[in-house]
């Protein structure tokens, strides 16, 4: 994604916690997506990559996908966050590496933002709603059916290799979801982003899961409820004839889970690439409020 960085680095070097780094003066990639400061490559634009280091020489080539929409492109990088923890989380904070995976997925920023703007035609009050639904279940393209899915390690171990070798996964299975509804934008791209920009195992104030995401265990469903956060004290679910002709802002979050993303810290999945086949999508209700209620 935007923003990441990494180095690259022999793996036959490694002894203990040290490894000898690639050198490289510059990289051989047409449209300049990546910058180099010693020997730390940048990525300058979202996309999918593949790296060749030859005699000193790194080129780096954009792939191209069937699904090229921003949220698949925003990968997460299971082997940085193992590297980062084995050499700078604080281990007085972080115990174990599923204790720092929350915030290394944070640090990565692989968090997607949608801005999607609304209209409300009503002629009774009417509570506004959100549900995230997906593909039905197939057993042929879910790690849902596998027993102790998230701590398996005999199954998808080939990661993508083309479209025709390729474990299939499923996005739903791997995300969660945080929603932010308003009347009221007037707000920067940047500002919205450093306001829902958290680590997906984070709480309200009631101890309850700000992301929401789809259950991993028991029977399989097909739509979850998103509980829209309202952005400011004036906000209401509640829409009334009298907002018309407001543009109401649902502002969705989609992250990696910090959980379910535990799949791919095992190690023999480490290294592999794994394209998340996208299978949601946003469903909009309108609930109507009787008269009776607030």
Known sequence: SEGSS??????????????????????????????ISENKITCLETGIYSFEYKAGSLTITTQSRSDASIIGNNSMDPTLITVDYVGSADKNVYKTLNDYVPTAIQNQNTMVILDIELQYHVEHNVRAGLKIVREPDDSNQSILKLKNKYADSEHNLVGYQSEEERNALRASDF???????????G?????????????????????????????????????????????????????TPEDQDTIYHCYIGIEYDYEYCRYFLNEKRLGNTYLLDRDFGFYFTSTQVLENES
């Open 187 to 239: 707000a920067s791209q940047e500002q919205i982003y450093k306001a829902m920009h958290y680590p997906s195992n984070l709480e309200d104030n009631n101890n309850q899961p700000l992301f929401h995401k789809f259950p991993s265990d028991g029977e399989f469903k097909n739509s979850l409820d998103c509980n829209m956060v309202l952005k400011e004290n004036d906000d209401s679910l509640t829409i």
């Open 175 to 185: 995300y969660s979801f945080f929603a932010v509804f308003s009347k009221t934008p």
């Open 6 to 35: 990494l180095m690259l680095f022999d793996s036959y070097s490694v002894e203990g916690n040290s490894c000898t780094y690639l050198t490289y003066k510059g990289i051989a990639e047409e449209n300049a997506c990546f910058s």
